[in-house]
């Protein structure tokens, strides 16, 4: 059996402990945090050490025509971790060093295993941070964050992960080892190939080391949440705020399913009643948010809204907690939660939000929406049951008008959390017929054998010309 | 039928996980193994599994559900899933389908069986010179290999238990309430001094003491290997006991043994005839030592004299999270004047100990408690006060082992001290 052989020769170089074959611990990484996805069991975990042990797995790879699914904290929401062919699980957890920080260029280098969290409260030391931070940072690594392009609740000002990557050592699907960019601001040499591996899911290489830009911490900060009597004010105040030249960090848009259900669930004090609360957060030098926090409050005032300002860090918390509450929230009102992450410009964001009601009600679902509206990207969630065939069936139609409405208001079929299993399917509607053959020409130039993270990203070929 | 007797009981917990992952950020095990199948989430889809009947019964898949039962991805979860009841559930059906492996089986004996484990604790203590060598720091060390790892430091065994130095009753004339002691086996047989502290709070606090000599182990090892039928044995033992003492409350020093009186007698005694009620009205009565004297006797804070130390507190996790007795021990802690209180950066982390766990596990239980002693070192006391033995037993062994010369009362021994 070339299974067994290629096991043996895993253990070779991994050593027993870090080659695991129990199916019990196998069905622990059948799947991931994505709802509504097939499972599937992988043939064995692979847990190295260095990014030489990486090389010499992918090597194993290639012999015994095993896919490899790279793997962080297994929090993606796209189905980006799912072994769907089986082969070889590759967890970068025990690869989990901040190698260097570096407080005079504002730069940190990074093994993938690292948590995110872990870095911020490691360059915190230095009053520095490491902006991008996903509902996840408690758990999620910076590999899988890489890997996704992973955005989060201060993307409005600070941007998303793709900004802070500026070097990455990647080892690709034939086991070289390759590194591109480095700790300067400035890098044209060449194609981007940094971008290129940022968001590419596992799917074109696995990174090994990743060389990310700090900045300064804020030094103050001021949080407020809004109600509103109805979407069309809220989506105004979101543009008001930002058209009057302020970029919260935050922008954070709540509609009245999700407000209702996070008020049901966990009983943090939200204005239940309103049509849609915006939860806004200024932060930078304390004059700055005093004038910014002035301008958002008069904004959302003249757009009918009524403002809260938290005073102190307990209220802030509070606030925050009720925003995260929202998923797990609505995750459990039905048995199933189709969590959808379209994105829009700014500009459509009141449009897209009436777009989802009306698509709720045309098929008769629960649709709650909340997410980053200063980013534009909303997070759709359908409440329904598996189990529930007709209800499913109205369920793929609507998620699929989510997609067209928000492309053709000149949106995308993901902002943060990436294709994966997930939206494969979708993908020539954003690509085009020629522009997904472009994917696949890329995935076959990188990865011939097509073993990396098969079955994702690239619809049907998966890169088999 | 609670989820002691049947899987199906958490069937709803088991379907609100949403496998989001946060509790990897918690979960004290995951952060040493980094592991899915250490972790709550992983370990929910092994329950469901077994549930399903895709995985049958195996000495490996019984493994998987065991860990620090310490409660930290309870508290994480968004979804509220009550992984505790999972987990039990899960290792009582292991139990069921498996059989009790042979170091439970002996455990359960000797627990079950007072006489015996009296009987065993003490020839161990007399026979303790053979066996155990004195540690530099205090304590002794296995001289032969006892099962244990070589390293681990053992307090020495009280040569006479703590039930047997007192009568069974201590009377308070003219008291306010009177009260059942249960002590626990630690407390008994390990740290006595900690039990004569919480008999003088007691009294001194106008109280009067039971200390009913027929008592034995709270059966919480049991439950918590999943070792049901004996456990439910011991749990109708001392509803039979206690109930008929006519007392306004029992008392414990030590949150497993209260989660056992609190929780678990009420779900193993589910239904059960003669047993249920009876249950219930003890759990209503059960309360830890500290929330006691905070709240239903109140301490006399004027006769608090001073007591001069820089301590700092851990918080036992089946304390704080189980019992929800949080606030009270930092706020004795605060009333005795004299007393420089530092607290920890993560007073409710477990220490690692968790009971058999740390015999099984060694290494990740060392591994754990480490971050605690790092922890603790960073506060600069030289006293850690704590409210349970375990938890003590693990923090004396790791502070005599890495030589930090600091040392662990319980926080009623802090109380009785400034009382006296
Ligand atoms: C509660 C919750 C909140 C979330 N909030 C947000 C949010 O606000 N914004 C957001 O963008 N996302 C969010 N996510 C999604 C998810 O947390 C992020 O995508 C996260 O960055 C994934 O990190 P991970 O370590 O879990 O990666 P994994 O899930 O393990 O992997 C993600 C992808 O990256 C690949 N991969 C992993 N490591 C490597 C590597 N070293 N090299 C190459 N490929 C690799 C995997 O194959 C997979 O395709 C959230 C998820 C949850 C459960
Ligand atoms: S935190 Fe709760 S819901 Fe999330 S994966 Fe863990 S057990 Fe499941
Ligand atoms: S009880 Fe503690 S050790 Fe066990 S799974 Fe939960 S957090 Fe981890």
């Known amino acids: 059996m070339s299974l067994t052989k290629a096991i043996l020769d895993l253990r070779a170089i991994l050593g027993k402990e870090n080659v695991v074959t129990a199916k019990e611990d196998l069905l622990c990484y059948s799947f991931d945090a994505t709802a509504g996805m097939p499972e599937h069991l992988p043939d064995v975990l692979v847990t190295p050490l260095s990014v030489k042990q990486v090389a010499e797995v992918v090597k194993v790879a290639n012999r015994y025509k095993l896919p490899v699914y790279p793997r962080g904290s297994g929090t993606n929401l796209s189905g980006g971790t799912v072994p769907i062919r089986g082969g070889i699980v590759l967890s970068l957890l025990k690869m989990n060093k901040i190698l260097e920080v570096d407080p005079e260029n504002f730069v940190a280098i990074v093994q993938p295993g690292v948590i995110i ?6 360059v915190a030391a230095y009053g520095l941070i490491y902006p991008p931070d996903p509902g996840s940072m408690a758990t999620a690594t910076m590999g899988g964050s890489v890997a996704e392009c992973s955005g989060g609740l201060r993307g409005l000002k600070y941007g998303v992960t793709r900004d802070y990557v500026m070097g990455l050592e990647v080892v690709l699907a034939n086991g070289d080892v390759v590194r591109f960019g480095g700790k300067t601001v400035k890098n044209v040499t060449a194609y981007d190939m940094v971008r290129l591996f940022t968001g590419s899911e596992g799917t074109l290489g696995i990174i090994t080391e990743i060389i990310v830009r700090l900045i300064p911490a804020p030094e103050a900060r001021k949080t407020m949440l809004a109600s509103f009597k109805d979407l069309t004010s809220a989506g105004n105040s979101i543009l008001g705020i930002i058209q009057s030249k302020v970029i919260p960090a935050t922008m954070e848009i709540m509609d009245r399913v999700t407000m209702e259900t996070v008020e049901n669930h966990a009983h943090v004090g939200l204005p239940t009643g309103a049509e849609a609360i915006l939860l806004v957060e200024v932060d930078g030098i304390p004059e700055v948010v005093r004038r910014e926090a002035a301008t958002v409050r008069k904004v959302i005032t003249r757009n009918g809204g009524t403002v809260k300002a938290a005073a102190d860090d ?19 009102k039905r048995p199933t939660t189709i969590l959808e992450d379209a994105t829009v410009p700014r500009s459509k964001i009141t449009d897209m939000l009436l777009a989802i009601q009306d698509i709720g009600r045309r098929y008769k679902l629960t649709i709650g929406a909340f997410g980053h509206a200063g980013d534009g990207n909303l997070h759709p969630t359908i409440l329904t049951d598996a189990r529930d065939s007709e209800e499913m069936e109205r369920v793929h139609q609507a998620v699929d008008e989510i997609f067209k409405a928000a492309l053709a208001m000149g949106g995308t079929l993901s902002g943060e ?11 020539p509607w954003e690509f085009g017929e020629k522009g997904v053959q472009l994917l696949q020409k890329i995935k076959e130039a990188l990865d011939p054998g097509c073993i990396l993270n098969p079955g994702k990203l690239i619809p049907r070929g998966e890169g088999q010309v | 039928m609670s989820h002691y007797h049947d899987l199906s009981a958490v069937e ?24 899915e199948s250490s972790v709550a989430r992983g ?49 009582a059906a292991m139990v069921r389908e498996g059989g009790t492996p042979a170091l439970k089986k002996l455990m359960a004996i000797a627990l079950k069986n007072q006489r015996l484990l009296d009987l065993g604790f003490k020839t161990t203590a007399r026979a303790k010179g053979l066996f155990l060598k004195p540690h530099p720091a205090g304590g002794l060390s296995p001289r032969f290999p006892l099962g244990l790892e070589l390293r681990r430091v053992v307090p020495p065994l009280s040569p006479k238990p703590f039930r047997g130095q007192v009568r069974e009753s201590v009377p308070v004339p003219g008291a306010g309430k009177k009260v059942a002691f249960f002590t626990g086996c630690l407390n008994n047989y390990v740290y006595p001094s900690t039990s004569h502290a919480v008999v003088e709070a007691l009294t001194k606090s106008n109280v009067s003491v039971l200390i009913p000599r027929e008592q034995h182990c709270c059966g919480a090892p049991l439950v918590i290997n999943g070792v049901i039928d004996v456990a439910e044995e011991m749990a109708r033992s001392h509803v039979d006991l206690f109930s008929g003492l006519g007392i306004d409350a029992l008392v414990v020093a030590c949150g497993t043994c209260g989660e056992s009186f609190k929780r678990k ?16 009205e003890l759990a209503a009565k059960t309360y830890d030592i500290g929330d006691f004297v905070c709240n239903v006797a109140p301490f006399d804070r004027k006769r608090l004299r001073e007591v001069a130390m820089k301590v700092t507190y851990h918080e036992p996790c089946h304390l704080g999270r189980g019992l929800g007795v949080t606030a009270e021990p930092v706020e004795i802690i605060r009333s005795i004047p004299g007393l420089d209180f530092i607290p920890l950066k993560e007073p409710n982390r477990c220490c690692g100990n968790a009971g058999s766990f740390s015999f099984t596990h060694y290494d990740v239980s060392y591994n754990i408690l480490k971050r605690k002693l790092t922890d603790v070192a960073g506060t600069g006391a030289e006293t850690v006060i704590t409210g349970c033995g375990a938890c003590r037993m693990q923090l004396e062994d790791g502070i005599a082992q890495e030589g930090l010369g600091k040392k662990v009362f319980h926080t009623a021994e802090i109380l009785a001290l400034a009382l006296r």
């Not at chain 1, 969290?117 to 490691?122: A, Y």
């Not at chain 1, 959390?417 to 993908?427: S, T, V």
């Not at chain 2, 092994?46 to 000495?59: F, M, N, S």
Request: glycine content about 6%.
């Open chain 1, 117 to 122: 969290q872990t870095l911020n409260t490691t």
């Open chain 1, 314 to 332: 307990r209220e802030r918390d509070q606030l925050w907690a009720a925003r995260r509450a929202a998923l797990p929230a609505l995750a459990q």
């Open chain 1, 417 to 427: 959390h990436g294709i994966g299993m997930a939206k494969a399917r979708y993908l």
């Open chain 2, 12 to 35: 709803e917990q088991i379907t609100s996980c949403m496998r989001c992952g946060n509790c990897q950020a918690a979960c004290p095990y995951y952060r040493e193994t980094g592991s």
């Open chain 2, 43 to 91: 370990r929910i889809r092994l329950a469901r599994a077994v549930l399903t009947g895709e995985l049958k019964y195996t000495p490996a898949l019984a493994e998987r559900f065991e860990c620090l039962t310490c409660y930290a991805c309870n508290a994480t979860c968004p979804c509220g899933v009550k992984i505790d009841k999972v987990l039990l559930a899960a290792r």
């Open chain 2, 265 to 280: 007698y009420v779900d193993l005694l589910d239904g059960a005839p003669g047993y249920a009620n009876r249950a219930r």
